[in-house]
């Protein structure tokens, strides 16, 4: 096909100077540069920034298919062969890469405009050059947004001398260089331009302001954060802060790593869908790949991560949960890589044994062992150098000392710290402290049934969903669930809930023969995963809740007062949690964000779903609309 009118930039980190690009000449040419400098420079990390950019803001799938094609013939081949085995979809936003263990960073947009650009969190101090290969001629609004993304008196390199691009970024305040050659130099009007970039550095993080990120210094090196659980949140966060140099200290309070909610023999992966445009969607898309990605990444290095990405086929059981299939499979453009809409006699196919529904497939679904996937994270983490895990400790009280930083004692009253960052991933136990006690999460009891190969499910090929859900079989056993119960109890096993799981997929297949003949036996697993409201996750600064009710009572209904005050905080404490029935989807990029946000790299997710998975956001979306709480 005919090459994409691109325009690619891309930044490499740590000590090595800035280098950016934009253009179809430039990836390949960028990508070599660090195959090269990887080999010069054995310690160091990249992470580059590309944006596919034309004026077609529909424009992703031609993008992508173009630079695949780019792609094939690049070198180092390696490093290439890496890129293309990851699965990358024509959807818009951030989708990030890790290769080479870590070393480099991705950040991959296929589609670039004025308002994508609003939307970005990038440091300001990050980005100090720009290669633009385009014929592209952007608005001004856009070069404003990429001064905005960028150092003050930041250089742009254009690939061939043209007078209206070069005025355009002069006139934001760019040094401009055509080749190696300073065409300007710094102008008088420098000034006005940085006072200009500063202002719209202002007005976005402004946005942030009910819903804080960026609230204080970067971690230093020699620091360490304190991560509290050592389930799918909390040994994501290990490794995501381990690639970047950062120490962990990981308390677990089991015997051994994922031993909560993260220990069920197969946990379905697969992106919570709406048929309306919104944030969820972009999220859980993003979430999906990124967890797919890592799960592949760790099998690759010899990590024992049981999984097998055999689709997921999710169908209805009544005239609701059909219509409501329907509905999402027509709501957007979804690629085809991502979600298919199969006939009964194609889902019968799918499936290996008769459904008898219609429904959504998601071919890049499949399931994982969630204890191995947890175990292997951790163990990448500590084979990086930068973990250190403390097993059978149960953390019971939080206590910030008189220099701000945080102390930890455990149920034994050993004491721990100080941490400058201390991150709560304990799962069900996340409202245990007196600082995380009103955050708005409601525990879920749920048992998984395990379930002998049998008569009648050893042809399963797919995960199936309905009403319940059902693998296909792992060392001669499948997974039947799960029980939804509310503000458990008791973590006992439950008979009543074993036939209730029968009974599920039995209503899901009404008309099919072979889930009558299942004989569910007595094995199963309870876990509680914790539930917000909107199913998205919570990864933030924990809010001072007692302070924003009291302020609440004193600005009743002002909201001009909630959109220009920062909401109260206990600084330096983190919550990553709430991860709900899709936390291997959405665990493992909401780990990673909250990574590069403690150390100020540039965040995978936009300014909207950073507010949608703010610890407040439950109280901040009532204030902001004058509603009393």
């Known amino acids: 096909m005919p090459a994409a009118n691109l325009s690619l930039q891309t930044i490499i980190t740590h000590s090595i100077s800035y280098l950016g690009g934009c253009g179809s000449k430039a990836l390949p040419a960028l990508l070599q540069y660090c195959g090269k400098e990887m080999q010069h420079h054995p310690t160091q990390k990249f992470h580059l920034l590309v944006f596919a950019a034309d004026d077609n803001a529909d424009a992703p799938a031609q993008h992508w298919q173009t630079l695949q094609t780019l792609l094939q013939n690049m070198q180092p081949a390696t490093l290439i062969a890496e890129l293309l085995q990851l699965t990358i979809l024509p959807i818009s936003g951030c989708q990030r890469l890790a290769l080479e263990r870590g070393r480099i960073t991705i950040d991959l947009y296929l589609s670039c405009n004025t308002h994508t650009l609003k939307d970005i969190v990038v440091p300001a101090t990050w980005i100090s050059q720009w290669f633009w290969h385009t014929s592209f001629l952007p608005e001004m609004a856009l070069v404003w947004q990429l001064a905005r993304l960028s150092q003050d008196h930041c250089v742009i390199r254009l690939s061939e001398p043209d007078t209206t691009l070069k005025q355009h970024f002069v006139t934001a305040g760019f040094q401009y260089f055509h080749g190696d050659k300073e065409v300007t130099t710094k102008l008088a009007a420098d000034d006005i331009a940085i006072s200009e970039r500063q202002a719209l550095r202002h007005q976005a993080l402004a946005q942030l302001l009910p819903f804080p990120r960026y609230c204080w210094q970067p971690l230093a090196r020699d620091q360490q954060v304190a991560i509290i659980g050592a389930g799918i949140a909390g040994a994501s966060l290990a490794l995501s802060l381990a690639e970047r140099g950062m120490r962990t200290h990981v308390f677990c309070s089991d015997q051994e790593a994922g031993d909560s909610a993260s220990g069920n023999r197969q946990g379905a992966l697969y992106p919570l869908l709406t048929p309306e445009a919104d944030p969820l969607n972009t999220f859980f898309q993003k979430g999906f790949l990124f967890s797919r990605q890592r799960i592949i990444q760790l099998a690759q290095m010899g990590m024992d991560v049981p999984h097998d990405f055999c689709g997921v086929l999710v169908t209805g ?10 509905k999402i499979a027509e709501g957007q453009p979804w690629p085809t890589q991502l979600l298919q809409w199969l006939s009964t006699e194609a889902a019968n196919a799918q499936a290996g044994v008769d459904v008898n529904e219609a429904g959504i497939y998601y071919p890049l679904g499949g399931w994982v062992n969630p204890k191995k996937l947890t175990q292997a994270s951790l163990q990448q983490a500590q084979e990086l150098g930068f973990a250190n895990l403390t097993f059978d400790s149960e953390i019971c009280k939080l206590m910030p000392n008189n220099a701000g930083q945080w102390m ?37 009891r749920g048992q998984v049934s395990e379930v002998p190969t049998q008569a009648g499910l050893a042809k399963i090929k797919t995960v199936l969903c309905a009403k319940g859900y059902l693998t296909p079989a792992w060392q001669n056993t499948h997974c039947l669930g799960a029980s939804y119960i509310k503000d458990p109890q008791t973590l006992a096993y439950s008979e009543i809930e074993q036939q209730e799981n029968l009974e599920k997929i039995q209503q899901s297949y009404a008309d099919a023969e072979w889930p009558f003949g299942i004989n569910v036996g007595s094995q199963a697993r309870v876990g509680v995963r914790m539930v917000t409201r909107d199913h998205l996750p919570m990864a933030s600064v924990v809010p001072d809740v007692k302070l924003i009710q009291s302020l609440a009572i004193k600005q009743a209904n002002d909201i001009n007062f909630w959109r220009e005050t920062a909401a109260p905080i206990h600084n330096g404490l983190y919550v990553l949690g709430a991860l709900g029935s899709r936390g291997l989807c959405s665990g493992p990029l909401a780990a990673e964000m909250l990574a590069a946000e403690l150390t100020h790299q540039p965040l995978p997710l936009s300014l909207s779903e950073l507010e949608r998975l703010s610890a407040n956001r439950m109280w901040l979306r009532k204030l902001l609309k004058g509603k009393t709480l």
């Open 408 to 444: 930890l004692t455990d149920k034994h009253d050993i004491c721990y710290g100080p941490f400058t960052a201390v991150v709560v991933a304990s799962g069900s136990n996340m409202a245990q402290f007196s600082q995380t006690s009103e955050l708005q999460a409601t525990p879920f």
């Open 317 to 326: 059981f009544d005239a609701r949960s059909r219509a409501r299939l329907r």
